[in-house]
Structure formats: C-alpha cells, structure tokens
C-alpha cells in the first residue's frame, strides 16, 4: 500500500480511467496497497494468490480504502505466473479488478524495455503493451529498469506516456547513501539519476528500494535531498520490510518529504514483503501527515487475509526465514527474489544449502561487478550464487576457473550487453573469459531489434490453437510464447480452473466432498466427488461425481501412478568424454547431433530449472558418439547427457 504525505504536486497526470479523474492524490499521506501483484504475496507466498481470492475482497476494498493513492495490483512476475502456475490469463485478472474496485487508481509494475519479460523486446511490443494495459483499466506505471539504464528506462516511460498512462519513473536503490566506504552509489548517483528522469518528463519520481536496505537515516537524507532539488515532483518511496527497519524508514521519507510510500496490509506484512500498513497509519495517526484512514477498516483487512494466506501455506518463504533479518543489509537480496531463489535452491538440489547461497550473492554481485539487483539483474546474481555453490568456487576462483566453466545463460547475456549497460562497467577479466569470443552489444539492446509483426502471430496463433484470440493473447504469446501455449492448451482441456475454490485448485475434492463453483454469473455447477477406482492398465482411474444431481464417471490418466521409473547413466568422473548435467533440470535443447564434429568450448545443450538455464559446453574436441537424454528429458545432476568420443 502507498502512504502519501503532504499536498499533491501533480501538475502533469494525463487522462487516466474514466473513473479516477485526478488520481485521488488528497491532502493527507496515503496508503499505497500491494493487493494483488504485489509484493505482499510474490515475496512471501511465490506469487501464488489467485484472483479468486483477490476478487473476494476486493468490494470491501473499494468501499474502506477510496483514499489510497493507489493498488499496485498487476505486472512484473505475477504476469507470467498467473498462465504458469495459477492457469490464469492475467488480462482478465485485471479486468475483473477493474470492475470491482472503481474508485482507486491501478498501478503496475513495468520492467522498462523489458515489459513484463526477462529481456529486452522490440520496442513495438513495449508500445501496444503499455496502449492495452490502459485500455483495460491500468492507471499509474512504476517503470524501472534492472540496472538503472536510462535509455530502456526512457522506452518504458515513452509508451506510458502515449497510451495515457501516468510515468511514475523509478530508481532502483541499492548500497547505503550514509556509507562513506561505498562510493559507487552515493548521493549524487542519485541525484543526477533524478535529474534525467525528471527532465524527460515523469510524472512521479520514485525510489524502489527493492531489497528493504534504505536505512532511516539513508531514507531522510536522500528523500530530503530529493525534495529539495524537485520541490514540484511527487515522490514515491517502494522498499521491503527484510530487515525490521521498513516502518522507521517510511516514517523518516515522509517527514523528509515523499509524498507515498508503500506498505501492506498487516497479516501480509514483514520480513521481504512491504512493511505494515496498520504500524504506519497509527504512527502518523494526530500529526501533519495523518491518513485519515480507519484502524478498524485495515484490521478487518488483515483478518481477510490472514484466513486466505493458510491456503497458501506450502509456498511460504517462512519455511526458512522466521522474521526480520539485518544480513539483508549485505546480501542485498531483493524481497520479490528471496521465496523463489529458496524454491530454485531446492529444486538445485541446494536446499539444505540456502545459507550458502545467500551468502555467496554477496560474493556474485561483487564479481559482477557490484551492480543493481532487481529483476532480471537479481536472477543473473542468484543464478551465479547458486552457479558457485554448486561448484565450490569462491569471487578468487571464480576468474581463475572461468576458462573451463559453462556459466548459466543469464550471465552470458549479462556480460554480451543483452540486459543493458550497468553503470560502472563489466567486470575484466571475467566478461573475456566467460565470452570467448561471442558478440557484445553496445547501447541499448533493443534498439535494433526487428518489430514483431502482431497480426501475423496472431493469424499463425489462431491456426495453431483453433479459436478465434484478442489483441491481449497476442501480447501474452508476445512475451511469453512457451507459457501462453502451454495455458492456452492447458485451458482448452481442463476448462476455467480458475473458477475453483483455492483449496480445491490446490488440493482436489475428497470423497463424499460437495462445492458449488460459479463459472460465470448465473451459472452455478454443483459437483460432488462419489469414488475413484482401481487403476487400469492404461494407468487410468474412473472418477464417479455427481453435477447438478445426476451421476457421471470419466476416465482420468493418474500421472503419478503411471509414471515409468527411469535409470539413467551417470557421467563418469575423469571420463573426459562424458558430459554430465551439472544441476537437476530439464534438456530445452540439443545443439548437436550424434556424429557432430565438435570443437572445445562448442555449445552442446541447453538445460533449465526454476527459470535458470544453463549452456553446456563441450571440455574436449571430439566426435558425438551417443546423446543418452534427448529434449525434453528430465535429469538428475550427474546424469550422463552426452558422449563424445575424443
């Protein structure tokens, strides 16, 4: 949620919704609320709300909270997780939103030249994107780019701009503005970053704390230096809670100036998501800065969630993180990274190792070259810290083993300038040794990039899933063309799922167990499940249920029971032509074939885990002799994937 202090300074909002005229920016500080995209549930749940349970709340919303500056409810991961693991379609989320919350502005989050992506797209893309979020109902984008790249960041706030959007232009924050010792990131890093942000024309200025390190001191210096060189722009202040000090902090940037700052609801506060919303309210409650927002409202929020975040148990970050933790302080992990690098360290092989890995991010940022870290930036951290861990390297071995290592894709693309140009450089010698040889890129990666022609994609889409698709599916595809396939197949078979109660999405209905689910208004399903029976030697099950009082039965694949048990080989150790998996994951692509010629360091094949993907490299020249794990096979780390005759 956003708290805004003051009066408003908005002298250049374009037209927004129809039913948010000025923005609401009132004369009292206002509450800013991660409800939905928010980083409430991606940094504490792994992005798994659903819409079901944001919809259910939403008309309380819109009744108690009509003073928030606004509900940053959309963007970023939650994007691509709705299709991914949610088989949701995120426009609809949107819409559905829109509908029942009338009275707030809406704000996403926009990855500068990225989007909602992980990479850079044409800029064709970032301009329709921007044009259809506003269309359906998107008011205010808070648009960063992950290494503070002013030229992706310009892209993003020019086609917010044109689709009538408000350009809310962020700075990600990272180091200590009070620490004499860092000079990377000091005041005036800051200060001049403001200053050609402000010349090009945002609207709102802000500060994305994205790892929770803004420091109450470092918050009343900044925030105050901010307001005295940009006494007209409003200024928005984002962090995280990871250290305890969020609520100190946000208390400090409003008596400094900032006119919001963020913050969530209490049960959905703390630790890496925003800090609470209940503990700033009463904390200005009687002074100049006073919300005017109601205790008791913001208790019977909380209460909703508190109940609705058991549903979510299994993906908890508190799995590992109990509370508040000042190493946040020299990791620098962001909040919105922190659950899914714990879920990526597992699914690695590496969750009995998570402390390692936290420890080493500090260890690959610093080899990196100590650069901004949010998304993509922070996955190209993680991915390295998890990279060392897994072999044993430190900062010093690192550059020493280079030449014989095949480093995760994302560091690839970092160092060719596929992401952007960090501030203070690449790191040398390690951009050399971990390019051999392959093309850099300088200046802004998507300058060049060919537009995508979205009404071809969109003729070849209808083809190739038979129904008629909207501008929105195209721009999903656009970004995401793995992921929208892959839901849209997903839907096709299995129908809205989303529609479901979420412990029965999560869980499935028991024996003798009845729920109605309303599929659309006016139409409701009764369903109650009888029995299932034996499994057939097709590895099927009967499924008996009961809709709407008559008995039905279907044949369902039980893919847990028909799984066949697969022993793979292993790569032997010094084997030189045995090229194992290095991590668990799956083979995305074969760049060879058997009987290639190779050469050493030639790329072999591609594998991914949990968004992390890895380019293997052959160690010797050879001849392919056999590959034993063709796409699509799923390894264990040590599995033999390919033999190379030497």
């Known amino acids: ?18 039913s948010i005229k000025v923005l609401q920016l009132c004369a009292s500080m206002n509450v800013f609320a991660h409800l939905c995209r928010g980083d409430a549930h991606q940094s504490l749940l792994a992005t798994r709300v659903r819409t079901y349970d944001l919809a259910a709340i939403s008309p309380f919303v819109a009744q108690s909270f009509s003073g928030l500056f606004s ?24 819409r559905t939103l829109r509908e029942l919350v009338p009275n707030i502005p809406f704000q996403c989050l926009l990855r500068g030249a990225n989007a ?23 008011d205010v984008f808070r648009v960063f780019d992950s290494l503070n790249y002013v030229p992706n960041l310009l892209v993003g706030m020019d086609a917010v701009g044109k689709a009538g959007g408000v350009v809310e232009a962020a700075i990600a924050y990272t180091g200590d503005v009070t620490d004499k010792s860092r000079d990377k990131y000091d005041l005036k890093y800051y200060l001049e970053l403001a200053d050609q942000l402000v010349k090009a024309q945002a609207h709102i200025l802000s500060i994305k704390d994205m790892a929770g390190v803004l420091k109450p001191e470092a918050a009343k210096l900044l925030i105050g230096a901010l307001r005295d060189k940009f006494p007209d722009i409003p200024i928005h202040v984002h962090t995280h809670d990871t250290s305890g000090a969020g609520v100190a902090a946000m208390l400090e940037c409003a008596k400094a100036g900032a006119d919001v700052v ?35 409202d913001i208790s019977k929020y909380s209460a909703y969630w508190e109940s609705a975040r058991q549903l979510y148990a299994p993906f908890e970050c508190a799995t590992t993180m109990k509370s508040g933790n000042a190493d946040v302080y020299k990791h620098e992990i962001p909040g919105g990274q922190y659950t899914n690098l714990q879920f990526q360290a597992f699914s690695l092989g590496l969750g009995s190792q998570f402390d390692d890995v936290k420890r080493m991010y500090r260890e690959a940022n610093l ?60 790191p040398e010698p390690l951009r050399t040794k971990v390019l051999r040889g392959k093309p850099k890129v300088d200046g802004r990666p998507g300058e060049h990039a060919k537009p995508i022609d979205l009404d071809a994609v969109k003729t070849d889409l209808e083809e190739k899933h038979g129904r008629k698709l909207t501008e929105e599916d195209v721009m999903s595809y656009s970004m995401f063309p793995t992921v929208f396939d892959e839901f849209e197949t997903f839907r096709q078979q299995y129908g809205p799922v989303d529609k479901l109660p979420t412990r029965l999405f999560l869980t499935g209905l028991e024996i003798a167990e009845e729920v109605d689910v309303e599929i659309e208004k006016g139409k409701t399903l009764a369903i109650q499940l009888l029995a299932e029976g034996k499994l057939n030697k097709r590895g099927e099950r009967e499924v008996f249920f009961d809709l709407n009082g008559q008995m039905r039965s279907i044949f369902v694949t ?15 150790p010094g084997v030189r032509g045995h090229i194992g998996a290095p991590m668990p994951g799956d083979v995305l692509e074969l760049k060879i074939k058997e009987g290639d010629k190779v050469t050493k360091k030639q790329p072999l094949f591609v594998l991914s885990a949990m968004k992390m993907e890895m380019v293997i490299d052959s160690p010797i020249s050879g001849t392919v002799k056999k590959i034993h794990a063709g796409q699509g096979t799923k390894c264990t780390a040590g599995d033999l994937v390919i033999e190379i005759e030497p």
């Open 367 to 426: 080899a990196l070259g100590d650069i901004i870290k949010v998304t993509p930036s922070s996955k190209i951290v993680g991915d390295l810290a998890q990279f060392m861990v897994q072999n044993n390297l430190t900062r010093e071995t690192l550059v020493d083993r280079a030449d014989d290592l095949s480093f995760p894709k994302s560091v690839v693309d970092f160092m060719q300038g596929n992401v952007g140009q960090p501030p203070y450089g690449f």
């Open 116 to 138: 909602m992506g992980y990479s850079n797209y044409p800029d064709n893309v970032i301009y329709k994107f921007c044009d259809l979020a506003v269309k359906n109902g998107m």
């Open 1 to 18: 949620m956003q708290i805004f202090p003051g009066f408003v300074r908005v002298s250049k909002i374009r037209n927004l919704h129809s």
């Open 262 to 296: 963020d913050a969530a609801v209490d049960s959905m506060s703390g630790m890496t998501s925003q800090p609470s919303m209940g503990a700033i309210v009463a904390s200005l409650q009687g002074t100049q800065h006073d919300t005017g927002l109601l205790l008791d």
């Open 558 to 572: 039980d893919k847990e029971a028909s799984k066949e048990i697969v022993t793979r080989p292993r790569a032997l």
């Open 71 to 94: 509900l940053e409810n959309w963007g970023g991961a939650t994007f691509d997780v709705s299709m991914r693991f949610l088989h949701e379609c995120p426009w609809e989320r949107l």
